[in-house]
């Protein structure tokens, strides 16, 4: 089991920035790769970033690509998603994932923190 938390979410003005946290526990973080997502209303979850288990690889959706940078500490059991630019459309419940494979697909990974808010206004 992999317990996930997130935080850092909040409200910001377009073009500010935020870094979120994930803080792991329970079996080691390290074992996994780590992806963030995030849920608008009424729109279904998608994919956000992704990152391998050792932090070598990174991928990221279109959207975000060059605004968002993921990373993670293994040390810290610790993922981040810095977030940079933000637009409104960005707006979302943001959640961290773990899995034992990456992927952009949200059924392939087995857990899941509670969701931080992330709102951007215009």
């Known amino acids: 089991q992999v317990q996930l938390v997130e935080s850092g979410g909040g409200l910001v003005q377009a073009g500010g920035s935020l870094r979120l946290s994930c803080a792991a526990s329970?079996?080691?973080?390290?074992?996994?790769?780590m992806g963030w997502f995030r849920q608008a209303p009424g729109k279904e979850r998608e994919f956000v970033a992704g990152?391998?288990?050792?932090?070598?690889?990174?991928y990221y959706a279109d959207s975000v690509k060059g605004r968002f940078t993921i990373s993670r500490d293994n040390a810290k059991n610790t993922g981040y998603l810095q977030m940079n630019s933000l637009k409104p459309e960005d707006t979302a419940v943001y959640y961290c994932?773990?899995?034992?494979?990456?992927?952009?697909?949200?059924?392939?990974?087995?857990?899941w923190g509670q969701g931080t808010q992330v709102t951007v206004s215009s």
């Open positions: 994932a773990a899995s034992t494979v990456q992927s952009r697909t949200p059924s392939v990974y087995g857990y």
């Open positions: 329970g079996r080691i973080f390290s074992s996994y790769a």
């Open positions: 990152i391998s288990w050792s932090g070598g690889r990174s």
